[in-house]
């Protein structure tokens, strides 16, 4: 039974970590039930409940990056309602385009709303650059986050065999 949860929980991780580029998986919610996985598996001898908070504490911040990046880019840049809308728009009806839609979506929904908010060109760019911008540093916090979860998982069953 033990091999059995240790291999799902070895899924879930990798399974994760191609979620943190594809946003149609949940990448750090996945690897964080890998890691509890893990330790159940091992009784939680090797991963205990503070390795279980750190990476819960890891899961959180990257999670809230990922959403707020792409927002907080387009508002730096004077972004009206409108574009934020138009970027969570776009970002929905980018997951049904592949990896350039996910990429591209919120770009052009976001300069999709500002235009129609103020019928300007140059600021509706300004805006879609902005939250482009905002979206590469949630995905590059979000990859940060689980790179973080791995190694530390890593770096606990290393420190247990010592």
């Not at 090797?46 to 927002?71: E, F, K, P, Q």
């Not at 591209?104 to 929904?109: E, F, N, S």
């Not at 986050?145 to 770096?155: D, K």
Request: hydrophobic share 60%.
């Amino acid at each position: 039974m033990t091999a059995i949860l240790v291999i799902l929980a070895l899924i879930l991780i990798v399974i994760g970590l191609l979620g943190t580029v594809l946003p149609a998986l949940p990448g750090l919610p996945l690897m964080f039930a890998g890691a509890w996985l893990l330790a159940h598996s091992g009784d939680y001898q090797i991963i205990g409940s503070n390795t279980l908070i750190v990476l819960g504490v890891l899961v959180v911040i990257g999670s809230a990056m990922d959403y707020v990046a792409g927002l907080l880019g387009a508002k730096f840049t004077g972004a009206s309602k409108q574009a934020l809308w138009g970027a969570f728009i776009g970002s929905l009806v980018g997951i049904f385009f592949s990896i350039p839609g996910l990429i591209l979506g919120p770009l052009v929904g976001a300069a999709a709303g500002e235009f129609w908010a103020r019928r300007n060109l140059l600021a509706a760019g300004k805006v879609g650059i902005g939250t482009f911008v905002g979206f590469i540093i949630g995905t590059v916090a979000k990859v940060g986050c689980a790179l973080a979860v791995v190694f530390t998982l890593i770096g606990v069953f290393l420190f247990s065999l010592f």
